[in-house]
T-cell receptor
Framework: EAQVTQNPRYLITVTGKKLTVTCSQNMNHEYMSWYRQDPGLGLRQIYYSMNVEVTDKGDVPEGYKVSRKEKRNFPLILESPSPNQTSLYFC???????????FGPGTRLTVL | SQQGEEDPQALSIQEGENATMNCSYKTSINNLQWYRQNSGRGLVHLILIRSNEREKHSGRLRVTLDTSKKSSSLLITASRAADTASYFCATDRSNDYKLSFGAGTTVTVRA
């Protein structure tokens, strides 16, 4: 089954404790991205990756890092999380032929 | 920055009625897409309309695009309780590889 998976689905952590949210897709898509969703603001893009070893900033990259060492994986790293990073995070991969994105189930992060 | 803005923010209709929501955007686009999100879950792609298209249909969905007004509309005909969700428009811009989402329209279909 074609899908995007994220782990963990829920995470409660404390300020400053480094964390990684994993994202994996099995559709061989080259383009992947991370979004955060906050009430009233819709989805905002954090980072995106056009292919392996190619990443670029989205609209809200501050406080986040990403890496793309393999085509299927695109982890999101919070080196020193802060309470304003409490949010719902979505990973997505893009079918370039159809210009459509497939979203993971989301990771709800709470930073205390 | 947010590219698309949906209107209205919320919509409540009776089962069987049609639901219409609008999206306005600011810069030129390659295409505009509509997604559905059930409460707290991932987004599901509904339909894509390219900048050279004016109208598109998919099942009970009808999307229009007016590039001169930088606006799009999504019509859901004969709504069902299962259509209760948030709907987002997203613009794929001409000069970069970002997909920009609006804040969404929350649709409630009453049985």
């Amino acid at each position: 089954e074609a899908q995007v998976t994220q782990n963990p689905r829920y995470l409660i952590t404390v300020t400053g404790k480094k964390l990684t949210v994993t994202c994996s897709q099995n559709m061989n898509h080259e383009y992947m991205s991370w979004y955060r969703q906050d009430p009233g603001l819709g989805l905002r893009q954090i980072y995106y990756s056009m292919n392996v070893e190619v990443t670029d900033k989205g609209d809200v990259p501050e406080g986040y890092k990403v890496s793309r060492k393999e085509k299927r994986n695109f982890p999101l790293i919070l080196e020193s999380p802060s309470p304003n990073q409490t949010s719902l995070y979505f990973c997505a991969s893009k079918d370039a032929l159809r210009d459509t994105q497939y979203f993971g189930p989301g990771t709800r992060l709470t930073v205390l | 920055s947010q590219q698309g803005e949906e209107d209205p923010q919320a919509l409540s209709i009776q089962e069987g009625e049609n639901a219409t929501m609008n999206c306005s955007y600011k810069t030129s686009i390659n295409n505009l897409q509509w997604y559905r999100q059930n409460s707290g879950r991932g987004l599901v792609h509904l339909i894509l309309i390219r900048s050279n298209e004016r109208e598109k249909h998919s099942g009970r969905l009808r999307v229009t695009l007016d590039t001169s007004k930088k606006s799009s509309s999504l019509l859901i005909t004969a709504s069902r309780a299962a259509d209760t969700a948030s709907y987002f428009c997203a613009t794929d811009r001409s000069n970069d590889y970002k997909l920009s989402f609006g804040a969404g329209t929350t649709v409630t279909v009453r049985a």
